[in-house]
Structure formats: C-alpha cells, structure tokens
C-alpha cells in the first residue's frame, strides 16, 4: 500500500449485530482496502487473506478422486475461502456456503463482490443465511469436505456458540457428515495443541500447516486438514 493510501482515513460503510450475542460488526474502507471489525477487534482484512485461501487450497487438494465433490464452507468471509475453493474445484462440484450473519452476505454481493471475483456469482455456489452448526448436523455423509473458518478458531471471539464446533460432540458431528476419507478443514488464528488432539479423538487424521496471513508476509496462521478414518 501506497503511503498516500495509509494517511487516508478509514470511513464507516455499514453495521450489522450478530445474532445470539449481538457483537457488532462494522465494515471500513480506506482507499482500495477493506476491513471487518467485531467490537474493535479487526476479524479480517482485504490485504491479508492467504490462509483463507490456503484453508481450501489445501483441502480441496485431497478431493481429486472426487468426480462430484460437495464441500460445505461455514463463514464466508469476504470470499476468498469460497474463490480458492471455486479454483481447485471442477465444473461437477457443488459448494454451500453458510454465513450467520445476512450483512455479509449482502456486502459480499455488493461492495466487496470484485475482491475474490465475485465467487457468489458462480453458479456452483449456493449460500445460506444461518448456522453452520445446523447444516453439520443434518449432513450425514454429505459433504466431501467441510470447511471451518468461523471467529478465530477455536477460540471464538464473537460467539460462544461456536465453541461447540470445536468440541468433542461437534467434531464427531462432523466425521459423520462426513463420506468416507472426507475432509475437515479448519482455520486458526493461533497453534492450539489441545485442539489438535481433540481432532485425533474424535476420529480424524490431521495434518497441521503454518501458513503466512498474506503472501510471504504476515503473520503466521494454522490450518488443520483433518481426514475422516
């Protein structure tokens, strides 16, 4: 980013509430730059998205023996977990994306629609408003992969609700939506060795990368990439 552009100021677009425990969330802008904040916490940024892209990259990597793959995204963010995953995939895949928050989705159709090229508009993908946790919990041996970037990982930060995802009970839940050998992929902000072990406890094979937050730059973020045995 240019110096000019980092003197600019960062202007309010819109606010939204998260359901449940109402956090608020608020989209900036400052030049060609985006950011999306929940309580002042900055959750993600247009700058810094390679591990969200990573996260797909990584586990739709492992779909190749696939000819219909059904992936399940669980936040959407602002597109790049939904591009990235568009791009390994072929024309025979079916992606769902859930987001709890419907002004994400609406400022994703909108305003940051051109960051990712404009993944929601590919006919492959389809999105619904609501709870992640729901859709796991119907999906028995649904999906060829489910992808996690929900909060911060599992240290949630805008709802406790999400800790479930992330438990014992919310893992199997997942290894039985599940196909065989499917894949659950998991984004995290930090290393959580507790986390990583409940993984394995609950049936999966995990592999676990250290990938940068933006190109070879950055900071360090984890993905887990967890097969169903």
């Excluded at 309580?39 to 700058?47: F, G, Y």
């Excluded at 769902?96 to 993944?119: S, T």
């Excluded at 119907?138 to 911060?152: E, K, M, T």
């Excluded at 939506?177 to 409940?198: C, M, V």
Aim: charged content about 25%.
């Amino acid at each position: 980013m240019s110096h000019e552009a980092q003197l600019k100021p960062w202007v309010l677009l819109a606010t939204a509430q998260t359901p449940g425990d109402g956090a608020e969330l608020c989209l900036y802008q400052r030049d060609q730059e985006f950011a999306i904040q929940a309580d002042d916490i900055e959750l993600m940024n247009s700058r810094v998205f390679g591990s969200e892209k990573a996260l797909a990259t990584l586990a739709c990597q492992k779909l190749t023996d696939d000819a219909k793959p059904r992936v399940l995204i669980g936040g959407l963010g602002m597109g790049f977990t939904v591009r990235s995953a568009l791009d390994e995939l072929g024309i025979n895949a079916r992606i769902r994306v859930a987001e709890l928050v419907p002004a994400v989705v609406r400022w994703n159709r909108g305003v940051l629609a051109h960051l990712a090229d404009n993944p929601l508009d590919d006919e492959r993908v389809s999105v619904q408003e609501g709870d992640v946790a729901n859709m796991i919990k119907r999906g028995r041996g649904a999906y060829s992969a489910i992808l996690l970037d929900v909060d911060n990982g599992p240290n949630a930060l805008t709802s406790m609700d999400n800790d479930w995802l992330y438990s014992i009970p919310g893992l199997e839940t997942a290894h039985t939506a599940l196909k065989p050998h499917g894949i659950l992929g998991i984004w995290s902000s930090e290393q959580d060795a507790a986390f990583a072990k409940r993984l394995g406890q609950a049936g999966f094979d995990v592999e676990e990368f250290q990938v940068r937050s933006r190109g070879n730059k950055g900071g360090h973020n984890i993905i887990w990439i967890a097969e169903r045995i």
